[in-house]
């Protein structure tokens, strides 16, 4: 059955995003289409820079800016005091993990579907440091189990628990709120990578729990590329956290051998950043805020149920996605073809899609016994004949290769 929608509100939605004329994008959790306010808010700035001068715009600018950051911070149940920007979503993580002292036989407490980039990092910091990483066994049916990450956290008192809470290659959600209860029960430190989760999930961080959350721009949440950011717990900020190389943004140069930080969040910042990209997130936080977050996810979900339903019908696709609860990412096996080689196909069709393959999530995959697969992520903004189209497609590339 065909999910329901608001005509108006999804022409309304369509209208806003031009390139849905052209193809049908189902691609949003790679890079969704920006709405129309956020390209006119990039442009603008740009436009204002080359009008007036980089350093002239952002003095011009000053409290777009601010507001941009504190619609961001809304977006997170979160004051702008909690908030850092960052180039991406991996950097605000990455700055998050430099608060710790790392030493040899700390435990890294995490789950076995954690974001590749994150693993890659626990991984060089127990080459180097001697760090050890402990992933924490999944349910039967799939996702973390939160029983078995208690049991840990008692027996090996981890120095960090840190977990992906959607992960890239799966429609999973793992249960983040649960885990931080626990966090805070046993008062051991709690990072989030929120990056497939901001714009398709309703997100309350202090509710969660977590002392940080890293996220992204580019993806559900529909902004532009190459912009961030991390939420930082009035917690962590009170116990004087900040990065190892913190620099002139997020602390003062007061004496020869004395600096002070930066009193908020901004402290995890640095100086240099896109003053366009910036404005451009906060006009996709606002967007975000107007179609309604949990619109957002029960028409996105709905989208993603249809289409799993319409995969599994097509001879020769196995359906990747397990877990309690399943989000806005479909992943299959498209037959014995490459998803990069299908993910192709499809471009010149029309269709985006994107191809994850072994090295974006080995444990997972291997257990699976996949080498790629192919991911499908709609967005509010599209639309079931987009999925039939897909499917059709996709049955037809399939047919052919036979």
């Not at 979503?89 to 790392?102: I, K, R, Y």
């Not at 901004?266 to 240099?272: I, M, T």
């Amino acid at each position: 059955m065909r999910p329901p929608a608001d005509a108006p509100a999804l022409a309304r939605w369509r209208a806003d995003t031009p390139g849905c004329e052209r193809r049908a994008h189902l691609n949003n959790a790679g890079a969704s289409m920006v709405p129309r306010p956020v390209r006119q808010a990039v442009d603008a700035h740009l436009d204002l820079e080359d009008e007036l001068g980089g350093y002239e715009a952002v003095d011009a600018q000053a409290e777009a800016l601010l507001e941009a950051g504190d619609a961001v911070a809304r977006l997170l149940g979160a004051d702008r005091r909690n908030l850092a920007l960052t180039q991406n979503s991996t950097t605000g993580f990455a700055q998050a993990l430099d608060v710790f002292d790392f030493a040899s036989g700390d435990v890294i407490l995490t789950s076995r579907a954690d974001y590749a980039s994150n693993q890659i990092m626990y991984l060089s910091l127990a080459s180097r440091l001697g760090v050890e990483i402990v992933r924490a066994p999944d349910l039967a049916e799939g996702g973390v189990d939160p029983d078995a990450v208690r049991e840990l956290v008692r027996r090996r008192r981890p120095t960090l628990v840190a977990m992906t809470w959607i992960p890239t290659n799966s429609g999973l959600v793992q249960a983040v709120p649960a885990i931080g209860e626990i966090c805070r029960t046993e008062e051991v430190p709690y990072l989030v990578d929120a990056c497939q989760a901001v714009g398709q999930l309703p997100i309350d961080a202090q509710a969660i729990g977590c002392d940080y959350l890293a996220g992204t721009a580019r993806k559900f949440l529909r902004g532009p590329r190459g912009i961030g950011f991390l939420y930082v717990s009035d917690r962590a900020i009170a116990a004087g956290a900040y990065p190892l190389l913190v620099d002139m943004h997020g602390a003062t140069w007061t004496e020869p051998d004395r600096f002070e930080l930066t009193p908020d969040a901004r402290r995890f910042e640095s100086w240099e950043i896109s003053s366009a990209l910036a404005l451009g997130l906060g006009a996709a936080a606002r967007y975000a805020l107007d179609v309604g977050i949990e619109t957002a996810r029960d028409r996105a979900r709905a989208l993603a149920a249809y289409a799993r339903v319409r995969l599994a019908e097509v001879p020769g696709v196995r359906v990747l996605d397990r877990g309690r609860e399943l989000c806005a990412i479909v992943t299959i096996e498209p037959g014995q073809r490459p998803g990069a080689e299908i993910k192709l196909a499809l471009r010149a069709r029309g269709i985006n899609t994107s191809a994850p393959d072994r090295t974006d999530a080995v444990i997972d995959m291997d257990e699976k016994g996949v080498r790629s697969a192919l991911r499908i992520s709609p967005h509010y903004y599209n639309t079931a004949g987009e999925i039939d189209m897909a499917v059709a497609v996709l049955e037809e590339l399939l047919r052919s290769s036979c």
